[in-house]
């Protein structure tokens, strides 16, 4: 995959997205938003930042489910584009707790790795 070419593609959505706001356009930034949610490129970069870029890529969720090879990130990217927008419902997040420096623990959400790609 050209990856600059999707990363370009939606750069520039978000670029016209955000001129559109800037100069009151509302029903445009609408459709805009319509476009860019519908992208398979935004959930292709989307996809690549949840399974590679990110930080906690080998974080396990409730689901137990990590994808670290192409072939399981082309199976997720056929699965999630046939979603429509408008029926995904997040599933409950993993509850775990990190030590903080006073001492005490910190509640940490962990989502499966279908919300979020949804959330980007």
């Known amino acids: ?19 559109a706001e800037q100069l009151g356009q509302k029903r445009k930034v609408k459709k805009l938003q319509r476009l860019m949610i519908r992208s398979n490129a935004n959930l292709l970069l989307s996809i690549k930042r949840v399974t590679q870029i990110n930080k906690g890529k080998q974080t396990p969720c409730v689901d137990g489910q990590i994808i670290l090879s192409s072939s399981d990130r082309l199976k997720l990217y056929n699965l999630l584009k046939e979603y429509d927008i ?27 790795i279908k919300d979020r790609i949804f959330q980007l």
């Open 1 to 19: 995959m050209d990856w600059k070419k999707i990363y370009g593609y939606v750069k520039k959505l978000r670029q016209r997205i955000f001129r």
């Open 86 to 112: 408008k029926n995904i419902r997040p599933n409950p997040a993993k509850r775990a707790y990190i030590p903080k420096k006073n001492g005490k623990m910190r509640p940490l959400g962990i989502p499966i």
